[in-house]
């Protein structure tokens, strides 16, 4: 990393270096970050190829919510692996409520593929397991301030 | 003969001996079909995530056996007219381990 923070320094200037650096920390919550910087160091040209260009590098941060956003920079598509994939998940059980909260939103309602990450898959997998959680009450099937109003 | 898992929800009022007569019932139910328990887990008394019908709470107990078709249909026809019993989920358990038993064969070029 003192490296590339060197060449930045000296060839590029400041506004790229930061703009990589917040990149290599956001990769690093999924956990594809050691790919990103080997091709930083510039060996691995294949990799370097299919992430690192200019639109990428803005604009990252809020489209992880927000993936309906226009690009600036023409159509560009991170690639996003599978948690559930990286993690060789055979499948998922309907048991583990706090597992499965985490891929609902405050309302209650499954969150869609382009929020989860999740390939069609595991996908199915873990919507199968929210609605069988829902089945035993393990999780809700609205969010409670939904029912409060409605009684 | 597959392995199942039920999960069944007992009225919150039901003290410790009326828990295990009822799972003790469930149990002659699944064994008097042709079943065979594997395990019984008292998961305890929780909180449910929505009321059902008033209740706020319930009796988890969870229950893997090994099950007929036919003792599947007895063992849901009995759960259903079960007064102690408000909402229960069996679920077959054997997807899994199938995808299990094969995962550690990746050598036969069969595989994937």
């Known amino acids: 990393m003192a490296e590339s923070e060197d060449r930045v320094r000296t060839e590029r200037p400041s506004a790229e270096g930061r703009g990589s650096e917040g990149r290599s920390s956001e990769r690093d919550s999924r956990g594809s ?17 299919r992430r690192s260009s200019d639109g990428d590098r803005r604009g990252s941060d809020g489209d992880r919510r927000r993936s309906f956003r226009p690009r600036r920079g023409g159509p560009r598509r991170r690639n996003r692996v599978c948690q559930f994939c990286v ?27 382009r929020r989860t990450a999740a390939c069609a898959k595991h996908q199915r997998m873990l919507s199968r397991a929210i609605k069988r959680a829902r089945h ?5 099937y609205t969010g409670e301030h939904v029912r409060v109003q409605q009684g | ?72 249909s007895e063992l849901e026809r009995s759960l259903r007219l079960s007064e102690d019993v408000f909402r229960h989920l069996l679920v077959r358990l054997d997807e899994v381990e199938e995808a299990e038993a094969q995962a550690p064969a990746p050598e036969t070029p069969e595989a994937s």
Do not use: C, F, W
């Open chain 1, 136 to 140: 035993v009450a393990l999780l809700p």
């Open chain 2, 1 to 72: 003969m597959r392995t199942y898992e039920l999960m069944l929800i007992a009225e919150p009022e039901l003290d410790e001996e009326a828990l295990a007569a009822l799972t003790e019932r469930i149990q002659q139910v699944i064994t008097n079909n042709g079943g065979a328990i594997v395990s019984v887990e008292q998961m305890g008394r929780r909180k449910l995530a929505y009321p059902i019908q008033r209740r706020r709470e319930g009796h988890y107990v969870l229950v893997h056996a090994n099950l007929e078709r036919e003792t599947i």
């Open chain 1, 87 to 113: 993690e060789k998940v055979k499948s998922i059980d309907y048991k583990s409520a706090s597992l499965l909260r985490q891929y609902i939103n405050e309302r209650g309602r499954i969150l869609p593929r």
């Open chain 1, 33 to 49: 970050d050691g790919d990103r910087r080997s091709s930083d160091g510039d060996r691995r040209s294949s990799d370097g190829d």
